[in-house]
């Protein structure tokens, strides 16, 4: 969310929330916290009617917006070979004409801690409400590579590019002034068009480095995600101290198999993992 400063009200929306309720988009956020104890319905609602509900930036709109669309089922098995079914960097399913693009948030927001909630709900704070979401276009190269590390080697080189950029920093702003001077509709075609533009939704957030509680409850994983994105996929990456929550939104025409899409990306990990192990061994 951007600053509450900018609206006012009784049931005021900052920026992002108004971009995310237009018809065009119409997307919701939706996380997942896994808690260590048991949950008190009694205590969680207590403390929220004590500080969240009391927020003007706070409220619950449901909308119900049915469309229909022809979907196409990706292919699971581009990396195999079709006689032998080995993967082959020369020899493979992959089609030559395919173009895969990325949209990768960023929050342009410098980073000032985490605050405590009361804090930041007491009358003229100066802690600020959320982030400032910026994004970048990314390119996937589809490509079967006999060292692991080659994709990380490449991805890693691209993104290095764009942080020296001024992509991020940007779009968040041009955004804020095309909803603010033409209005919501336009905000909403324009971001539309850009996702509708590209293939895969990709966020990462780095979360707190140690444990942290929700009202008396202490947390145990985050797994954040978002519906009503115009993409086929859309991936999340969670930190929560020690541990990582990879997250998949999947339309289940396009993917019908999300579950063994996450085994995959696991299995992908390991192989880096061990592939880096191994070079820094052979190094030593």
């Not at 095309?178 to 590209?198: D, I, M, S, W, Y």
């Not at 997250?247 to 999300?258: E, G, K, R, S, Y």
Request: charged share 25%; hydrophobic share 40%.
């Amino acid at each position: 969310m951007a600053n509450d400063e900018a609206f006012t009200g009784e049931e005021a929306l900052d920026p992002a929330a108004q971009l995310f309720h237009a018809q065009r988009l119409n997307c919701y956020i939706v996380t997942i916290v896994g808690f260590k104890t048991k949950i008190n319905p009694n205590v969680i609602k207590a403390g929220l009617e004590h500080t969240l509900l009391k927020h003007p930036l706070f409220c619950s709109k449901i909308k119900v917006d049915e469309k229909e669309g022809k979907e196409h089922e990706m292919d699971p098995d581009y990396a195999e070979d079709e006689k032998d079914g080995g993967a082959r960097q020369n020899n493979n399913n992959i089609p030559e004409s395919i173009r895969l693009r990325a949209i990768v948030f960023a929050n342009i927001r410098p980073t000032a801690g985490i605050q405590a909630m009361a804090e930041m709900m007491k009358k003229g704070s100066k802690d600020k409400w959320g982030n400032e979401i910026g994004f970048v276009i990314v390119p996937l190269t589809i490509a079967l590579h006999g060292d692991p590390l080659d994709y990380i080697e490449r991805a890693k080189a691209k993104m290095e590019r764009k942080k020296l950029s001024l992509e991020a920093r940007c779009t968040f702003p041009f955004s804020n002034y095309v909803l603010k001077t033409f209005g919501v509709k336009a905000a909403a075609a324009l971001t539309h068009t850009v996702f509708t533009n590209t293939t895969v939704a990709f966020s990462n957030v780095v979360g707190p480095l140690e444990e942290i509680s929700f009202i008396g409850h202490p947390i145990a994983f985050l797994a954040p995600s978002i519906y009503g994105f115009p993409h086929a996929i859309t991936i999340h990456c969670q930190s929560y101290v020690n541990k990582m929550t990879i997250i998949l939104a999947v339309d289940p025409n396009v993917v019908p198999h999300p579950h063994q899409l996450l085994d995959d990306i696991e299995e992908s990990l390991q192989l880096i993992k061990d592939a880096a192990l191994k070079r820094r061994s052979s190094k030593i």
